[in-house]
T-cell receptor
Framework: TQLLEQSPQFLSIQEGENLTVYCNSS?????LQWYRQEPGEGPVLLVT?????EVKKLKRLTFQFGDARKDSSLHITAAQPGDTGLYLCAGAKRASGTYKYIFGTGTRLKVLA | DTGVSQNPRHKITKRGQNVTFRCDPISEHNRLYWYRQTLGQGPEFLTYFQNEAQLEKSRLLSDRFSAERPKGSFSTLEIQRTEQGDSAMYLCASSSKRGGQETQYFGPGTRLLVL
C-alpha cells in the first residue's frame, strides 16, 4: 500500500525555470527524507526534515516539512540540466522500537538546456 | 564514512539459478534495510535488521528469498530458483539515529536480470 503520493510524476522544463514537487500523505511521520536518484544508481540523500514547519535550503533547493508532519515540498529555483533525475521522498515511521520507511512513487525531472 | 557498498553491481542469471548479493553498511550503523525497485517506481521494503536480528519481513519476500546479517555487520540477500519477475534493482540502506534524526543512506544497488 503506497502511503506517500508524489506529484507531479513527470516534469520536463527548460533551464532556468522554477519548479515544485509535492509529497503528500494522510500519515504522520517522525521525519522525512528527500533523495535524488540517477539511472543505475542508488538514491542519494539530499535532506532530512524532522520538525513540523521546518524549512531547509540546499543551494537552489528549498525543502519544507508540513506543520502536521504529513506532507513536504521540494522547490528548485533556476533549474539546471544537472538537476535531472528521479526525486524520491521517504517518510520514516517509528513503531515497536523500529523505523519503517515509506517511499513515494517518485518525480522524474528532466531539465532541458 | 566510506558509505554503503553493494556487490555485485550487476548480475545476469538464468531462470532457476540461485543468486546472492552482499551489502556492507556504514560501519557504525546498526540498522540495515533491503529494498527492491522496479523501473519507474520508488523502492519497496523487503526486510530490516537491527544488529544481527531480522525484525521485519515484507509480504513481498517470498520463501525463495532469505536474508542474513551474521555478527551484525554485512548482510546477504539470497534468491533461490530465480524467476523473470525477480528482475529489479536490489537496494541496501543503513541507518542510525544522530542528533535526534533517523536517516537512511543507500548503497549503489545490485541490478539483477533474470533471463
Amino acid at each position: 500500500t503506497q502511503l506517500l503520493e508524489q506529484s507531479p510524476q513527470f516534469l520536463s522544463i527548460q533551464e532556468g525555470e522554477n519548479l515544485t514537487v509535492y509529497c503528500n500523505s494522510s500519515s504522520v511521520f517522525s521525519s522525512l527524507q528527500w533523495y535524488r536518484q540517477e539511472p543505475g544508481e542508488g538514491p542519494v540523500l539530499l535532506v532530512t526534515v524532522v520538525t513540523g514547519g521546518e524549512v531547509k535550503k540546499l543551494k537552489r533547493l528549498t525543502f519544507q516539512f508540513g506543520d502536521a508532519r504529513k506532507d513536504s515540498s521540494l522547490h528548485i529555483t533556476a533549474a539546471q540540466p544537472g538537476d535531472t533525475g528521479l526525486y524520491l521522498c521517504a517518510g520514516a515511521k517509528r513503531a515497536s522500537g523500529t523505523y519503517k520507511y515509506i517511499f513515494g512513487t517518485g518525480t522524474r525531472l528532466k531539465v532541458l538546456a | 564514512d566510506t558509505g554503503v557498498s553493494q556487490n555485485p553491481r550487476h548480475k545476469i542469471t538464468k531462470r532457476g539459478q540461485n543468486v546472492t548479493f552482499r551489502c556492507d553498511p556504514i560501519s557504525e550503523h546498526n540498522r540495515l534495510y533491503w529494498y527492491r525497485q522496479t523501473l519507474g517506481q520508488g523502492p519497496e521494503f523487503l526486510t530490516y535488521f537491527q544488529n544481527e536480528a531480522q525484525l521485519e519481513k515484507s509480504r513481498l519476500l517470498s520463501d525463495r528469498f532469505s536474508a542474513e546479517r551474521p555478527k551484525g555487520s554485512f548482510s546477504t540477500l539470497e534468491i533461490q530458483r530465480t524467476e523473470q519477475g525477480d528482475s529489479a534493482m536490489y537496494l541496501c540502506a543503513s541507518s542510525s539515529k544522530r542528533g535526534g534524526q533517523e536517516t537512511q543512506y543507500f548503497g549503489p544497488g545490485t541490478r539483477l536480470l533474470v533471463l
